[in-house]
């Protein structure tokens, strides 16, 4: 696993990104109240590209995909920015046109297999719907694509399966399903929001397995959301990391595991347990809780949090940029930097 | 599925076997004692001994409970002390009326209560939206007869300077110089049968105002539950997954929307049975229409408690069987019932 | 109406769930994450967004939610202008209640106009209209208390029963809740009327007992789920008798539902006296004023004087309303699903 794999920083000259998130910013208006989710975020995606966004509840990560796909309700919800596919703005494009984007060149899996099937439809049509929407096929064609798409999904006996309900299948099978409905008209991109979250571990690893299967096969991008920085290592070459709304670290997955420079990316990596340092170290938890919060607009949003925040932390719009002793492929948004260990 | 519905009819026994004690202890608890109840005031001796015979109200108890019952099951409710005519005899005559009228109700109801309570869903807070929760609530808080008398003046009698808007029968269930042949009872499906097409035309113009007075209600109830299970749906995941799959709109809202919206409305129209005949009772008569609830609302007024407790009973099984068809169909189309 | 909570943010789990701690974790580390120490500017700035919205209890909360509801302020205005009237209306009104003075003046087919002795005419009894509506709101409130507090004393029983003792109790109880479920509560309160003859007690106690199922299986069901909530466990654990737990826990927290019910109810029984006075079992004397009554007693001049039918059917009507928003707001507002 050498610089050749990391084509995400590098390959921006060469080629036209598949997916360019530029500004986008997402505001909830509740009543009197708003809040911003998502505050400014820019990352792009190459093809082929599996790139992972990284950060608790309430950081935006979900937030900033639902508003690329047009999924937020269209009340109370500001969205600003662009997202360019393929040089195209899905932002300003209409209803219909999205509509036909999604589930045939954008896909999606969610986080909760259960809720996210419908209750009271089998398998089979919930597969087979895709198909019929985006492609000019026969029901009898779907139906037998779908088992297809089943068994190269890992479901076993998918002739059984197409004809049962969400309630009769395994939290697993149900996520494999859910999969495969994603990725049955061959998407250029598919975003994963925490696709193992609800999962047993034993099953996280298979499911996680087949994804990268499937993709690296077909050389579909991936957008992989998720909290669990493992996730994150064993399949993405670009990550993101982001807290309160605002990407506050960005790098090649060799780069931000070897050097992790943001006070957050750095305290999400001393918190997990390391086999390979000696027993009886402790681990380093992040102090307080989310909802310890300030606005960009006045200081760093993780300073309330933050071992090292000094007076210098309290000032507006701390830009996210190369440091001096980083590579440019790799930029931070921090004033108090942790130092580039060697080791 | 089919030991569901087994366990289901079974739960019904002990329901009817209380309504039986239920309905006995009413009628010895009326005033006065239970032949003269059943028999009015001016019953003459001879009557009342033949009730007390019939009935065996000069003997214990449980023996009376016993030969009450047992008429119960033969559908013995007695005689109509007003009329003279046995009491399940006049059901059965006036009783398909009554489900023709029920019907039109429930028809009326569902068809208008459903679409209109899923487009107020979908534009909540707009101003479908709000007209339909204020009439909703409106159909709640105005008395069923009142509408019905108001229909009645308004579409049929005519208000002056409103004349041109009485197009319709104001009583009746036919125009009395059609004659029609009747094989069922059931004017409208008679008139279908027997291809007297201009006599099942009559049967529906009369059904229009009484159904709507009756439908009020449940219509009222069925877009308000149709509003909130769909407002309910539209936040589930499954639809969000349904959306992020580029699904036509239509068909989001036919297959991942309606059917999981649906299920709990079917069971709130199965529960309205009971309250669209009680509220049949008001509007048939508002309306001379001759069904159960104008027989029923005869007797109300003369004390008649033969056909109190026989309209009971009938309610009660039609009730009670309506509500196991609608558990049945629920496990019809909810999977989640019917595999385990 | 409750539309507007926020959207579904899919990223509700913890960062810390996922790290498998293999060891205790130090107790050196859990101290420091509590004494933080904060530059003092920071301190500052985070000053000015405190937002504290944790602590608020649930009735507090639901004020609160009760508060910023529109229809839950137009709902109370109505009620208390409702029952002010009713607790003043020897004050407010300008005659002597069913005084019948100007019967002379009444004749079977027209009713003097409107006057500024009598701004809403008179009714067909000759009395003051408007008087007889500002006592009808006194009838109503009477009833509707009477009827709503006895329904609830015996859903209470029942329910309190079959919640807190659970085994055959709880069975028999709720059949008998059933069966009473399954006779329309018109008819339910028809039979009770009937066994009570006519004396003013019976419309109350007939309304109220159309109540008792609908309180018992609310009362029970809420019960139920509170005993299986975990802090009952707890209380359990800690050795807590069973009638403490009962009284100081469960009955509290099942008090929501009640109340909400409880305030519908009073809608409910001010639009079933009407009904009840339609088929002729409600108060003896026409004179009385009492909505319901006067509404069916101006049916025969409905042609003639429509406003007869008009004031106390709007009346009826807008306090029904008054009830059903503020019962609905309340059930909103205590409904941890809206709450947000």
Known sequence: MTQTQAQGGTAVTEREPLLEIDNLSVTFKHRRSQTRAVDGVSYSVDPGEIVGVVGESGSGKSVTVLALMGLLPARGVEVTGQVRYKGQDLLSMGDRAMAKLRGSEIAMVFQDPISSLNPVVPIGVQVAEVLLTHTKTTKKAAMAESVDLLRRCGIPDPERRLKEYPHQLSGGMRQRALIAMALACKPKLLICDEP??????????????????????????????????????????????????????????????????????????????????PRGEPLQPIPGTPRDTITWSKACAFAPRCRHATDECVRPDIPLEPLPDSPPDHPVRCVHPAEVTHG | MLRFAVRRILLMIPVLFGLSVLLFVWLRSLPGDPARALLGEKATPEAIARINEQYGFNQPLLQQYVTYVGQLIRGDFGNSPRTGEPVLETFMLRFPATVELAVAALLFAVVIGIPLGYLAAKRAGGILDTLTVSASLGGVVIPVFVLAYLLKVVFAVGLPGLKFLAVLPSSGRQTVTIDATHVTNFYVLDGLLTGEFDAAWDAILHLILPAIALGSIPLAIIVRMTRASVLDVLHEDYVRTARAKGLDPGLISRRHVLRNALLPVTTTIGLQTGALLSGAVLTESVFAFNGIGSYLFEAISNLDFAVLQG????????????????????GLIDPRLRTR | MTDDRNPNLPDDTDITDDTDVPEAPDLAVATSVGMLERPPLLEEAMGGDEIDEEGTSLWKGALQRLVRNPSAIIGAVIVALFVLIAVFAPVLAPYEPAGSQWIDQITPYSLPPFS????????????????????????????????????LIGGAILGGLAGAFGGWVDVTVMRLVDILLSIPSLLLAVSVAAVMGRQPLAIMVAIATAQVPIFARLLRGSMMAETRKDYVLASWSLGLRRRTITMSHVLPNSLGPVLVQATLTLATAIIEVAALSYLGLGEADPAVAEWGRMLVKAQDRLQSAPWLTFFPGLCIAVTALGFTLLGESLREALDPKSRR
């Not at chain 1, 499911?207 to 957008?223: C, F, N, P, Q, R």
């Not at chain 1, 992989?224 to 990391?241: P, Q, S, W």
């Not at chain 1, 006070?263 to 001393?270: K, W």
């Open chain 2, 311 to 330: 309209f009971i009973v009938f309610i009660a099984l039609v009730y009670a069987l309506v509500n196991l068809v609608v558990d049945l169909l629920y």
């Open chain 1, 196 to 277: 193992t979250t609800a999962l047993d571990v034993t099953i996280q690893a298979q499911v996680l397995e087949l994804l990268k299967e499937l993709v690296t096969d077909s050389g579909t991008a991936m957008i992989m959301i998720t909290h669990d920085l493992g996730v994150v290592a064993g399949l993405c070459d670009h990550v993101n990391v982001m807290y309160s709304g605002r990407i506050v670290e960005s790098a090649p997955r060799q780069e931000l595991f070897a050097h992790p420079r943001h006070r957050y990316t750095h305290g999400l990596l001393a918190s997990i347990p390391r086999l390979d340092l």
């Open chain 3, 116 to 151: 500024p002795e009598h701004p809403l005419g008179l009714d067909p009894f000759g009395s003051d209209l408007l008087t007889q509506l500002i006592f009808g709101a006194r009838q109503s409130l009477i009833i509707g208390v009477v009827s709503t507090l006895l329904g």
